[in-house]
């Protein structure tokens, strides 16, 4: 019987990690899992929002929740950023009564929809591990993934309640889901670390020193390639890379991808994506 969750595919999966989004589809076919459409759901706001308009953020995500709650099944995203967002506000609606009722009166109000609270977040690589269990993906791997990889989990989920049963300060399922896959798993200080997408317009200096000290950390323990768990930290690696090195004078030239993607690869997805990808890493280097 497969697993069925609500499926948010995160903050840019519809626009600039369209890839992201193109790559869940088949590695969750793949699995057995199946997505059931989140239809009308809105970013979860990346933390940003909330600065501005506190219970904007939390009505948006509120009504994210409504949805899936219409749906009956438990809310399933990709993204680090938005599994870390919707798990903490859903978490202070569970625990601030009066914030729940004023959030619930101004959902009912706007949209007519209601909340009640029975839902939980859940990360793609929690599902792995802690769902359907390592053994079944290293079953499903038909291209493995033999490369020296540095995954990135970014700050976002790495929260109590938010990880599964990974250790929130040392978290590990990235590298095993690595090892399972047929990857040679990179140690490195900054995997749990922000990259400072948040700041990126308004203080980009300091967030191109972020990317540049991430990515050179990842290339200096000798990792090949960087996949990263989060779709937002998954860009700002890759595209402002060339921006950072001209910023920093640090080396930033390696492939970025998103967890999604190496998961669809190694089970035989994209396997044209797969051999560019195989070429990028062996042309790209020092």
Known sequence: ???????HPGNIAHSS?????QTMVPLARSLGIELLPMEGATSCGAGIIRQANDILQITLNARNFAIAESLGADIITPCAATAGNLHEDLSRLREEPLLMRKTQEVLLRTTGMKFHGGIKVNHLLHVLVDEIGLDKVSQKVRNPINFRIAGFYGPNMQQEGACGDDDVYDPQYLEQLIEALGGKPVQWESRTQSVGVPGLFAEEATVLRQIASTIDDAKSEG??????????SHTALDVYQGKASRSTGLSTNIPVIHLTELLAFAFGHYNERLAQLRTRIAVIGD
């Open 1 to 7: 019987m497969p697993l069925k969750y609500s499926y």
């Open 17 to 21: 990690a369209t890839e992201v989004n």
């Open 223 to 232: 990792a090949s390639i960087i996949v990263s768990a989060c779709t937002l």
